[in-house]
């Protein structure tokens, strides 16, 4: 079992890394949980949330068989992309919290990318 405290320290590293190359940039949050995957563009200069997107929104939760696996993530990536892409954003910087850049997160990271953002 990971303890909260690597967790939180793995997190912290992610987002120093993040803070060094972002050079203005909004930053792609993710978060993961067992039953949803929700993604943030926030804008750490102004420090407020330009667009979001979750498999909670009424436009996937009908179309979606579960929201905990990576057809879920990579319609949530689409979405939070057409969301940049119309709040006049086309350059972010990922930030993956603690996850490991695998499966699901990966899957949002993808799709997003082939929306138009820009890593």
């Known amino acids: 079992m990971v303890s ?8 912290g590293r992610v987002r120093r890394k993040l803070k060094s190359v972002a050079t203005g940039r909004p930053r792609l949050s993710v978060h993961r949980s067992s039953k949803h995957i929700y993604a943030q563009l ?15 929104d009424k436009e996937l939760k009908g179309k979606l068989k579960t929201g905990a696996d990576t057809e879920a993530a ?10 940049a ?10 930030d993956r919290g603690a996850y490991l850049y695998h499966g699901r997160v ?6 997003a990318r082939e929306g138009g953002l820009e890593f």
């Open 4 to 11: 909260k405290v690597s967790v939180t320290r793995r997190a």
């Open 42 to 56: 926030i804008d750490d200069v102004k420090g407020h949330t330009v667009a979001a997107a979750s498999t909670l």
């Open 74 to 83: 990579g319609a949530v990536g689409k979405l939070i992309a057409e969301r």
């Open 85 to 94: 892409k119309k709040a006049g954003v086309d350059k972010v910087v990922f």
């Open 106 to 111: 990966k899957a949002l990271a993808d799709a």
